[in-house]
T-cell receptor, first 115, second 113 residues
Framework: DAGITQSPRYKITETGRQVTLMCHQT?????MFWYRQDLGHGLRLIYY???????DKGEVPDGYVVSRSKTENFPLTLESATRSQTSVYFC??????????????FGDGTRLSIL | DQQVKQNSPSLSVQEGRISILNCDYT??????FLWYKKYPAEGPTFLIS?????DKNEDGRFTVFLNKSAKHLSLHIVPSQPGDSAVYFC????????????FGTGTRLQVTL
């Protein structure tokens, strides 16, 4: 089915470990985004990408790394996980028209717990 | 610094009545506004949007009003239905940064029978 999928849906890991969250979309959207949702903060933008090989920081990028070698995939890596990164992570995409306002469409999220 | 604010964490409305959710923003560069609905364990779902060149946009039971001078927007749901019970997020995007959104903290709407 077309859409945006995130994996895994749930993940438990330990501090200091590296963990990668996957995001895949089938719409050929040019823009992709990573957000985290925490109580009292709503959704905050971590990183976004305007196209393959183009990425930029959002509001809370520290401790995260992204890459986008293919248009459809936008993985998010926590290089050395910390407890403060326990959160629900959402991937989103929009487009395909660059420069035009388009609503973002979200995946169902990854709930990440760091012990 | 919260640039998009939803000051009511929760709202309870009877089925069939009007639900009014409010959102305030501080950044004058915002020119595109959206509302998303979110159910537990799911991602946010786009509901309705409005550009700053308009003051009202309607889609079925949902209407969004924008008051640029007051930097305020509201979402009206008429009539409210039990399936509307969810968390509603207001979001805003500034000029020239297509799709880069700033979200409010959300309002939990409960529609009672």
């Amino acid at each position: 089915d077309a859409g945006i999928t995130q994996s895994p849906r749930y993940k438990i890991t330990e501090t200091g470990r590296q963990v990668t969250l996957m995001c895949h979309q089938t719409w050929s959207h040019s823009y992709m985004f990573w957000y985290r949702q925490d109580l009292g903060h709503g959704l905050r933008l971590i990183y976004y990408s305007a196209a393959a090989d183009i990425t930029d920081k959002g509001e809370v990028p520290d401790g995260y790394v992204v890459s986008r070698s293919k248009t459809e995939n936008f993985p998010l890596t926590l290089e050395s996980a910390t407890r403060s990164q326990t959160s629900v992570y959402f991937c989103a995409s929009s487009g395909p028209l660059r420069g035009y306002n388009q609503p973002q469409h979200f995946g169902d999220g990854t709930r990440l717990s760091i012990l | 610094d919260q640039q998009v604010k939803q000051n009511s964490p929760s709202l309870s409305v009877q089925e069939g009545r009007i639900s009014i959710l409010n959102c305030d923003y501080t950044n004058s560069m915002f020119d595109y506004f959206l509302w998303y609905k979110k159910y537990p364990a799911e991602g946010p779902t786009f509901l309705i949007s409005i550009s700053s060149i308009k003051d009202k946009n309607e889609d079925g039971r949902f209407t969004v009003f924008l008051n640029k001078s007051a930097k305020h927007l509201s979402l009206h749901i008429v009539p409210s239905q039990p399936g509307d019970s969810a968390v509603y997020f207001c979001a805003a995007s500034p000029t020239g940064t297509a799709s880069k959104l700033t979200f409010g903290t959300g309002t939990r709407l409960q529609v009672t029978l």
